[in-house]
């Protein structure tokens, strides 16, 4: 068994699909023999499903000995199955479909379209109906059944790929069809047996009953915008969906939530979960994935209420957030399973958040700083932590590094921890880091890191037939520039300002220069890599993540390349981007249990076991990473030859397709200068960027000049940043 899926809850046993090789079949004429290039372990392996049952509590594993896949007409082996659902009768609905085609005389694949059968299983798998659904699939494009539900009076509900809803009734016959505007994002059966289906209207996510007698949709009801995977309803609630960090029901007629639990709290990672089925006597089922690099899990849990006085008494540690990673929130968990003093609850300030007031939750996460209620640890990646450092919220961590007995600073990538540091004190640390640059030609940009706006203007003047950059508007590039340079601008520890600087308006000039926005053609579309190889583009701003990657831009620009990043006044014009950034309040009363926590994110076992798409903090896992990269893949030829072999392609557009090798000295060097020569991070400061693009507005509208318009974000950001010290 490779993979289990499409959980289902009847009659109180967990229903589920397995995937995995079922035989061989048999080869063909054209297939490729052991030894040719195209061969590969496998090829003949036959994939099918079978289903599966098993009691609530894990025991009692049983194959439904009587279900049997369809074959597909092309006798290329069974159909897959791709979704499944229960009904209120207890019965089994499955759909079973397969695409088909076959190669030409010239040797070209020919699409002969999909086959998709919806059937009715008893428990025990046998098939109590086959409904072929060829006649809906007629003339609709991409035809792919996304969700499939069976209401209270057995009429069953499918939805595409093209946002269509089909309401058949028991016997499979259509009934009528719906459609919505934006797409299908889920489709559940209510707790009074009605189906809805869940889509994004004007004013966000909403729940659209389906009423089969008028044949249309009910009155929509709008959800929480933390709203993400819904569920069936049942018992108290109309439905429930998972938000961020807690698991809620939702009463439709008052339009309100009820918070369950959260998942943090219950050593469950949500993350990764296929299933989640509340029971009638309050325990609540949910299967997990548990992916790992050696060997992926299946996990079922089976959460029960207990009273708070049942759970083991620990020193509470409080956690705020705006948004939490997956590898962050595993190692809160961890955390709190295995640290014998201490717990942490964590409160994802992003939950507050509405579609009126995207910074609903960071104002009360302020205002509850203000009024003395202040986490003990605090994720900054989404947080104005400049603020919170000139505020004295933050406490400095070289002490605790310092003091520690297995971590020291020279185990830390010195270029990061300076970048953090302010004032030789480290507020934040991270599990781990990426870089945000531009990359440009050397020939073009010159070998040397970073650069003013003159020097870039003097670059384009040498060039009158490119651009800079590709496919930006003036709205976008103006963001990321002045999200990026903004230590140049704003001194959070003193107040000063300098947006009426001429580097500024030169930035304001500069943006002024692209496109007010860009129309997506997708006839005349033509993406970046093609611009940047035929010379009309200059210059591609990106993230940087790995060793590897490298090889496919220099590939891009035809030669070397320089790590160029954003013209600014001081600096490389490079930023690190932290993940996961952690904080400890200076007015915690658990520093020490705090730093138990946050140390755990720094050590070499951590960014081991927990692969991130970044680079390490931790040198030793930055040089595994490293010599990882340098270290050729290899095979031996035909004569007995060593020789290295591509680690894998990486292509960018019709035009780029680069096979990886393993990284030069050279090459690793270049980053590493990088890295050690990158002086600031990426600040987040939502209601300072809003003030710069409100002021900049003005000026791209022709109303002001750039001056006016640098002198007017001046004041006002100076007004907002002393209000804020």
């Known amino acids: 068994v490779e993979h289990l899926s499409y959980m289902t809850y009847l009659d109180g046993m967990i229903y589920f699909s397995a995937s995995g090789v079922i035989g061989q079949r048999e080869p063909v004429e054209g297939d490729p023999e052991p030894g040719d290039p ?69 040797g070209n694949w020919v699409d002969d379209g999909s086959v998709n059968y919806l059937r009715k299983l008893d428990a025990t798998g046998a098939e109590l109906q086959n409904i072929d659904l060829a006649p809906i699939s007629q003339g609709v494009d991409y035809f792919y059944i996304s969700y499939l539900c069976v209401d209270k009076d057995g009429n069953i509900y499918i939805t595409d790929s093209n946002n269509t809803i089909w309401v058949l009734d028991n016997t499979g016959q ?75 029901g939702f009463d439709m007629e008052t339009a309100t939530e ?83 003093d201490y717990r942490i609850q964590v409160q994802d300030y992003s939950d507050f958040n509405t579609e009126d007031d995207y910074e609903a939750g960071l104002t009360k996460l302020n205002t509850e700083i203000i009024t003395g209620k ?143 926005s860009i129309e997506w053609n997708e006839d005349e579309y033509v993406d970046d890599s093609t611009l940047i190889m035929e010379g009309s583009v200059l210059l591609y701003p990106t993230g940087l ?3 590897e990657s490298y090889q496919m831009y220099k590939a891009m620009f035809g030669g070397e390349i320089t790590y160029k990043g954003f013209p600014a006044e001081q600096g490389c014009g490079s930023v690190f981007s932290v993940n996961s950034g952690l904080a400890i309040s200076s007015k915690s009363q658990h520093k020490d249990g705090a730093w138990q926590f946050v140390r755990t994110l720094l050590t070499e076992e951590y960014q081991e076991n927990n692969y991130a798409w970044a680079f390490p903090i931790n040198k030793n896992s930055l040089d595994k990473m490293i010599e990882k990269a340098m270290t050729p893949e290899t095979t031996t030829d035909e004569e007995g030859n060593v020789v290295e072999v591509s680690k894998g392609s990486w292509g960018w557009g019709p035009d780029l397709e680069v096979e990886i090798k393993a990284a030069t000295q050279a090459d690793i060097d ?52 002393n209000e804020q010290l």
Not at 38 to 58: A, E, F
Request: proline letters at 3%; a negative charge.
């Open 670 to 721: 270049q980053i590493m200068e990088l890295i050690d020569a990158i002086d600031a991070t990426m600040n987040y400061d939502m209601s300072l960027m809003e003030i710069v693009q409100e002021e900049a507005a003005t000026y791209f509208a022709g109303q002001k000049s750039a001056q006016e318009t640098a002198a007017n974000i001046q004041n006002r950001v100076s007004l907002y940043v």
């Open 38 to 106: 195209d061969y590969y372990d496998g090829y003949y392996d036959m994939w099918g499903n079978s289903l599966n049952k098993m009691n609530v509590d894990g025991t009692g594993f049983t194959k439904l000995e009587n279900y049997q896949a369809l074959d597909a007409p092309d006798g290329s082996g069974p159909l897959y199955l791709s979704t499944m659902t229960a009904d209120t009768s207890g019965n089994l609905w499955v759909v079973e479909n397969t695409s088909m085609g076959h190669t030409d005389d010239s």
């Open 545 to 547: 993540y790995d060793f």
């Open 258 to 340: 009820t918070k369950l639990l959260n998942w943090i709290d219950s050593d469950i990672d949500n993350s990764s979960m296929d299933g989640i089925f509340p029971l009638e006597d309050g325990r609540i089922i949910c299967m997990i994935y548990n992916y790992q690099a050696e060997r992926s899990q299946v996990q079922l849990a089976l959460l029960t209420k207990k009273d708070r006085s049942e759970v083991p008494d620990k020193t509470i540690l409080t956690m705020a957030t705006m948004w939490m990673s997956s590898e962050l929130r595993s190692a809160v968990i961890n955390f709190n399973k295995t640290n014998p």
């Open 174 to 248: 259509q009934l009528f069809d719906l459609r919505v505007d934006n797409w299908v994002n889920s489709m559940i059966r209510l707790a009074d047996g009605r189906v809805a289906v869940i889509s994004y209207e004007a004013n966000g996510m909403v729940v659209k009953p389906v009423d089969v007698a008028a044949k249309a949709f009910g009155k929509s009801v709008s959800v929480p915008m933390n709203a993400n995977q819904y569920y069936n309803g049942g018992g108290d609630y109309d439905f429930y969906y998972n938000g961020n960090s807690n698991f809620y």
């Open 374 to 516: 202040v986490p003990d640890i605090m994720e900054v990646s989404q947080l104005p932590v400049r603020q919170y450092e000139a505020k004295g919220l933050l406490e400095d961590l070289y002490p605790y590094i310092d003091a520690d007995s297995e971590l020291s600073r020279d185990d830390l990538v010195a270029g990061v921890l300076n970048a953090l540091s302010v004032d030789g004190k480290l507020y934040q640390a991270c599990a781990n880091f990426s870089i945000f640059t531009v990359i440009g030609a050397t020939p073009v940009v010159g070998e040397q890191m970073g650069w003013t706006m003159d020097e870039l203007n003097q670059v384009l003047a040498a060039h009158p037939n490119a651009r800079a950059f590709a496919n930006v508007d003036r709205n976008s590039l103006l963001y990321y520039m002045s999200m990026l340079s903004l230590s140049d601008y704003v001194n959070w520890h003193t107040g000063e300002c300098s947006f009426d600087s001429p580097g500024f308006v030169k930035l304001l000039e500069f943006a002024n220069s692209f496109p007010d």
